[in-house]
């Protein structure tokens, strides 16, 4: 077990080494606009070691300019076999990489890293918003790393990000656009997570002081990271916040699904991972706020919270990294009960909604940990409330108005465990289980 972690642990330094070298003598740095028109153009024109340095307001590809959108455009960047860094050239406000046609565009990504290592710092990147593109449809893809490993410095991307090598975020945020959970996670699509870290092993990831959350109007997958192993987790001053759901249904036309609020961090068939934590907030997003309610022939049907951390089908240990720290796990809140009068509307007889249960601070499902956790705090959601309704779509009977219990839901535990999972304080190293 020892053995393996140093040899994980070398792996890392040389790959940390790598991005933290100085830049060979003959590197050079490459503007845009001026040595280069966009983004590829600098890429291509670069290797490994250089810099390119975005000025101001950057357009990044050749798709023709839509006129509607002055200085909008959409992106599709290629790093390939190169290890560079691209920096905008504000600071404090960051430079700003914007795109937006106002047709539906293919799911393609918005910028695809292969056998490189990528530093991104000072930049604000924003993929087209749905409302740009005419309501429901594919939006712009993710950034995408396949193999190597990704760094981001002081940026602010309003997009989704499809990881599979080392991760780094430093002093950023991510807010992603995600409706419905998906077992897919190759493109970005309404389907994805803000943030999904899969199919790896080896690897590590570092987040501190940053943010990464999904749009709470109308997403709700905010991070997921599954079929990783072997690898190292570091979460320092941060915040995952989960969205809410979105989940509307139509009679007989859409009958919605995923209305339960979104884990702040899902860990799926993830076995031998490391999580070390120094001061985190890990909250669930509540389920569908607008639960048991009508607009129209729309009904909102209600869901549950999510989990401030969800545990599901993986083994590993948790632990603080820095002493005096501690980490705050909350589960979202359920959402009310009521009745619906769909017979008003003439889509059929009246559907009555239980109030829905509060998410979970830690849940595991068929997973075991180990934890040497000295200072936290886990909290569940509330329970959706109940409601007594008189039915005045129906003629009262001889005992007056009929009246409809919608029972209230359940609340959210502190921490959940099934019964084939295991979370165990242990603070001997050396009696950490051998996976």
């Not at 992106?75 to 406000?93: A, C, F, L, Q, W």
């Not at 993830?270 to 009904?299: D, T």
């Not at 409601?387 to 959940?416: F, H």
Request: glycine content about 12%; hydrophobic content about 35%; charged content about 15%.
């Amino acid at each position: 077990m020892r053995n393996r972690q140093r040899h994980i642990f070398k792996s890392f330094l040389l790959g940390s080494l790598v991005l933290l070298a100085p830049r060979a003598l003959d590197a050079k740095t490459i503007t845009i606009p001026g040595d280069a028109d966009s983004i590829q153009e600098a890429v291509d024109l670069a290797v490994s070691g250089d810099e390119i340095v975005c000025v101001s307001e950057t357009v990044n590809t050749s798709y023709k300019k839509n006129p509607k959108y002055e200085g909008f455009y959409l992106v599709n960047v290629t790093i390939k076999d190169k290890n560079i860094k691209i920096r905008g050239s504000k600071e404090v406000e960051r430079t700003r990489i914007t795109f937006g046609p106002d047709v539906l565009v293919t799911a393609e990504d918005m910028i695809n890293i292969e056998n490189a290592q990528v530093i991104l710092e000072n930049l604000y990147l924003e993929s087209p918003p749905m409302t740009r593109l005419g309501g429901l449809g594919p939006i712009a893809g993710p950034i995408t790393l396949v193999s190597g490993s990704l760094t981001l410095n002081n940026c602010q991307f309003v997009n989704n990000f499809d990881i599979r090598g080392s991760f780094f975020l430093h002093d950023s945020s991510i807010l992603g656009y995600s409706f419905m959970n998906s077992s897919s996670y190759s493109r970005c699509t309404i389907l994805t997570p803000s943030l999904i870290i899969h199919s790896a092993s080896n690897i590590q990831v570092e987040i501190s002081n940053s943010t990464i959350s999904s749009d709470s109007d109308t997403a709700f997958v905010n991070m997921i990271v599954s079929g990783v192993s072997d690898s190292s987790f570091i979460f320092t001053n941060s915040a995952f916040i989960g969205g809410d759901s979105n989940c509307e249904i139509i009679p007989g036309i859409f009958s919605g699904s995923g209305c339960d609020g979104s884990d702040g961090i899902k860990f799926e068939n993830c076995q031998n991972i490391e999580l070390k934590i120094a001061s985190g907030l890990f909250q669930g997003g509540p389920g569908n706020p607008f639960g048991s309610s009508r607009s129209g022939n729309v009904i909102n049907k209600p869901g549950k919270g999510g989990s401030g951390i969800l545990f599901a089908n993986s083994s590993g240990q948790i632990m603080d990294s820095q002493i005096g720290t501690k980490a705050v796990f909350i589960g979202g809140n359920g959402a009310d009960g009521g009745l619906l009068p769909l017979s008003s509307i003439g889509s059929g007889p009246d559907i009555l909604f239980n109030g829905t249960a509060g998410g979970n601070g830690l849940s595991f499902v068929n997973s075991y940990f180990r934890h040497s956790l000295n200072w936290f705090i886990a909290k569940g959601g509330y329970g959706g409330r109940g409601t007594a309704t008189t039915n005045s779509y129906k003629t009262p009977g001889p005992n007056g108005p009929e009246i409809v219990i919608a029972n209230p839901g359940a609340p959210g535990l502190p921490i959940s465990l099934d019964e084939n999972s295991t979370f165990q304080f242990l603070t001997d190293i050396a009696q950490w289980p051998i996976y």
